[in-house]
């Protein structure tokens, strides 16, 4: 007989751990801690993966894991910093989880949205132990034996796109995942990209697009507003070329492959000649200093929204420009 439990733990756009979180984690770590040498136990691991499983360590509250992992997104880290702090902080994540399984097996299946597919930082590594060799088999001091195999991540979603954009017409100039910067300075570079790439096009009448992979990050200051990392790129992409007439042959987005983009119902964002029309009587500098993409995008009509799609492999940013 197999049984399949479903549970939902976060809200929607909140990518923090909740006490339901917790619970659920509990009840995990009892169930592989009851195991034999006999079983198999098989991990699903998925980027965002760290606000789905917590334990805070020993005289830690939870309150304040949230609290040092907000400070520290609004300070700007990255993925790699905001993970070590979460490992440091549970009892769980850093190999936690495979440390308390008794089962003979421990097979780790991994959608990474870390650039670089580095084991020991997606979903803060809850069955990779700092001291073992990264993507290594190895056996814990329990008796299971852990094997990690990597079965996507953004290249793949990278990959995807930029066979979708061929397929529609495009010459593809540049896919790749890149490492991350500040949303400011990726949304004006694709800007300024894009217009090179509108440009090629009038040249010689072929489309041409640019498939880019990552995560930028964005300081938030004091007194911000609301949006995401992609929302913030897509107003910085906007705001490189402010003064000008946004080229009607044009269009650049950022968008979350989880569906999320921070504390909001978006996804990302995109700045197409129309947005970029609807948002010349808005602040746009004043929603790029503030933080404040969301409202911005949301009068320009310049919101992504697809919904929670149930996995996390890092954003998409593209740049179309035709003839």
């Known amino acids: 007989l197999v049984s399949t439990e479903v549970r939902q733990t976060r809200p929607a756009g909140v990518n923090l751990p909740t006490p339901e979180v917790v619970a659920a984690t509990a009840e995990i770590i009892r169930t592989v801690s009851c195991l034999t040498a006999a079983d198999l136990v098989v ?39 905001l993970n070590a702090a979460r490992r440091r902080l549970s009892a769980v994540k850093g190999g936690g989880l495979a440390l308390a399984s008794r089962a003979g097996r421990m097979l780790v299946l991994v959608l990474s949205d870390v ?51 061929r397929r529609a017409g495009y010459r593809v100039t540049r896919a790749e995942t890149v490492p991350g910067g500040p949303a400011d300075e990726v949304g004006g570079r694709l800007a300024d990209e894009g217009l090179a790439l509108v440009a090629a096009a009038h040249g010689d009448g072929v489309p041409r697009a640019v ?45 979350g492959t989880d569906g999320e983009d921070g504390p909001t119902d978006a996804a990302g964002g995109f700045v197409d000649a129309a947005v970029a029309a609807a948002a010349r009587t808005l602040d746009v500098d004043a929603a790029l200093a503030r933080r ?20 996390n492999v890092a954003d998409l940013r593209i740049v179309l420009a035709r003839p």
């Open 115 to 165: 650039v670089g597919d580095d084991l020991a930082v997606v979903a803060s590594a809850p069955c990779l132990p700092d001291r073992m060799a990264a993507g290594a088999a190895f056996t814990t001091p329990g008796g299971c034996r852990v094997e990690h195999v990597l079965v996507g991540g953004n290249a793949t979603a990278v990959a995807a796109a930029a066979t979708a954009a």
């Open 211 to 255: 498939i880019e992979g990552g995560e930028s990050t964005v300081v938030v200051p004091r007194e911000h507003g609301s949006g995401g990392r992609n929302q913030q790129t897509a107003v910085a992409a906007l705001a490189r070329l402010r003064g000008r007439v946004w080229p009607e042959e044009l269009a650049v987005a950022s968008i």
């Open 292 to 311: 404040d993409a969301h409202p911005l995008l949301a009068a320009a009509e310049g919101l992504i929204h697809t919904g929670p799609t149930g996995t």
């Open 43 to 81: 991990v699903v691991l998925t980027g965002g993966g760290s606000a789905l499983l917590a334990t805070p360590r020993a005289g830690v509250t939870l309150a304040e894991k949230i609290e040092t992992t907000m400070r520290l997104a609004a300070a700007g880290a990255d993925i790699r910093s």
